[in-house]
């Protein structure tokens, strides 16, 4: 298991809106996205990585408003996956830790399917300053 994490220059409110938000998460992202935000609801992220694609479906396991988001994935290989975002209020930010479990065996950079650079395009999204399609 990996823990990440990063300060991100806005409220809970509005990463949580960036991290449930279908439209939100796909401009952060970068990727084709699909959410059902709730708990139980599906989740399905597609796209690229270099020269290498990927698809991962899974479901929302847990969603405590402005709090806390954790997603089960599967690779449709046997691979799977857990992320979980925890949002914690400081005086003018937001703290967000990512833990992410899983697709250890695939990733070859010692385990951690996500590398952080995720986090800081969730961080640009949220203060204004990423992309945006």
């Known amino acids: 298991m990996s823990k990440m994490e990063i300060e991100v220059e806005g409220s809970p409110e509005q990463v949580w809106q960036a991290l449930t938000s279908q439209d939100a998460f796909r401009d952060w992202f970068n990727a084709t996205i699909e959410i059902e935000p709730r708990e139980g609801g599906r989740v399905g992220f597609e796209g690229t990585r270099g020269d290498d694609a990927f698809r ?3 479901t929302i396991t ?4 402005n709090e806390r988001v954790a ?3 599967g690779d449709g290989n046997g691979g799977t ?3 979980a975002f925890q949002l914690q209020p400081r005086d003018d930010h ?3 830790e990512l833990h992410h479990d899983g697709f250890d065996e695939q990733t070859g950079d010692d385990g951690t399917f996500w590398n952080g650079d995720e986090l800081i395009a969730l961080r640009d999204y949220v203060t204004g300053i990423g992309p945006t399609h």
């Open 81 to 83: 996956a857990t992320l």
């Open 56 to 58: 991962y479906d899974g």
């Open 62 to 65: 847990e969603m405590v408003l």
């Open 94 to 96: 937001t703290l967000v």
């Open 71 to 73: 997603i089960d994935l």
